[in-house]
């Protein structure tokens, strides 16, 4: 319960080059292979995972099947050619809260109300967001505009999620809507829905932002942060309008990692500042965030 960050693990498969069945950590309660088991989660251990990260290096991302009754490699390979691609899925409606709800942590004063979109929402989020005294009430992602307005919020909230944004088509409907009605702030496909909300397009990353140690420039104040990602999309700079200003950037492959729009109100980042365990370099974007509210008249 310490670690978790959503009510129930979301990964397809586990594969590992060597699993250890002894848990280390002094607060475990239970072995990976019970955790597993527990959600009939498919695992598979003697693969050469540094061959297979060479892979997709130089291939990108790649579909791949694992398989406990299926054991003809002709017949796999059928079946992973079929399933579908990335490009075109709406997993968030997997993933999302059915209904409105109320976090169950409070803030010890509560000075601001937040609505948060559940695009597939850490808990570590609403963490970092009652850490800023913010009550906050999580929506599902086809919430509407009007019922999002209906809470009074002080501000919106879009969070991290799966798949390929512009599938989201609901949630960046509506995202349209409450352009400067509330503040607003994004994170990782939060994003990306309000790039695409704004009328600019995303695209495919070849091998994707994946790990906790991606330097992004802070254009603002000229500081380097290190930073945690795992987002396969980006937004492209070109296609939004000229009032979006670019604050975050990529050192790695220069893609885009911030915007904000004072017109509009809100600000995004592609990176999860919230991360847990780490780094916690941004960690001052939910006290931004918390300022306009703050000041929003």
Sequence with gaps: IWDDESERIHLEALIVKEYCPHPSSWRSSQSLQSFLLEFHIPAIEGIDTRYLTRTLRMEGALRAIVSTTDFNKNS??????????MIGQNLVK???????????????????????????IK?????????EQCRVTVVPYDCQAEDILRLNPDGIFLSNGPGDPAAVTQTIETTKQLFGKKPMMGICLGHQILGLALGGTTSKLKFGHHGSNHPVLNKKTNVVEITSQNHGFVVDLAALPKSVDLTHLNLNDNTVEGIDDPKRNFFSVQYHPEASPGPHDSTYLFKQFRDMMENHG
């Design 76 to 85: 796999l390979l059928e079946k992973v050619k079929q399933s579908p691609q």
């Design 123 to 131: 808990r570590s989020i609403l963490k970092a967001l009652v850490k």
């Design 94 to 120: 997997q993933v999302s809260t059915k209904e409105i709800y109320e976090f169950s942590e409070k803030p010890s004063v509560a000075k601001f109300h937040v609505a948060a979109f559940d695009l597939g």
